[in-house]
C-alpha cells in the first residue's frame, strides 16, 4: 500500500491531548451553595436540562434559581428574574424567585427575591395596608 508524503510525516507522533475544560468558577461556587440552599429548605436540587431549564430547585409550586456572585461581582437581578421566570414556565409553576448568596455570612442569611406583585398576591403585604 502507498502511503503519501502527508501521512509519512505524521507516522509515530502521538496525536495531540485533549485540553482538560474547566469549569467556569462561577458554577464551581455555585454547585456548593445550591446544594447547601437545598438541604436548608429541605429539599433536592435539579438535574440541568439545557433550554429546557426548570430551575435549580424542586418544589411543587415553587421554581427557585441560585445565584452565588463571587466577592466583589454584581449581580445582574433583572436577568436572574428574567431567567427565573423563565424556568418557571418550563416547569409549569406560576411562583419563581432568585436566592442569591450573601458572601461571608451562613446560608441562612442568603437574599430570597421575588416580584413586587407576587409578594402582594401571597398577602405578604396585610402589613402595609392601613385600616
Not at 72 to 101: C, F, H, W
Request: charged share 35%; aromatic share 8%.
Amino acid at each position: 500500500m502507498k502511503v503519501d508524503w502527508e501521512q509519512q510525516a505524521f507516522d509515530g507522533l502521538d496525536a495531540p491531548r485533549p485540553r482538560k475544560r474547566r469549569k467556569p468558577r462561577g458554577v464551581e461556587k455555585g454547585n456548593p451553595f445550591a446544594e447547601l440552599v437545598a438541604r436548608f429548605l429541605g429539599t433536592e436540587r435539579r438535574t440541568l436540562s439545557g433550554k429546557k431549564d426548570k430551575g435549580d430547585l424542586v418544589s411543587r409550586v415553587w421554581s427557585h434559581e441560585i445565584k452565588c456572585p463571587g466577592r466583589g461581582r454584581p449581580l445582574d437581578l433583572s436577568t436572574a428574574m428574567r431567567e427565573s421566570k423563565r424556568q418557571a414556565e418550563n416547569a409549569g409553576v406560576a411562583l419563581y424567585s432568585v436566592i442569591t448568596r450573601r458572601t461571608g455570612y451562613p446560608v441562612a442569611e442568603a437574599f430570597f427575591t421575588i416580584p413586587l406583585w407576587m409578594a402582594r398576591d401571597l398577602g405578604l403585604d396585610s402589613e402595609w395596608k392601613r385600616d
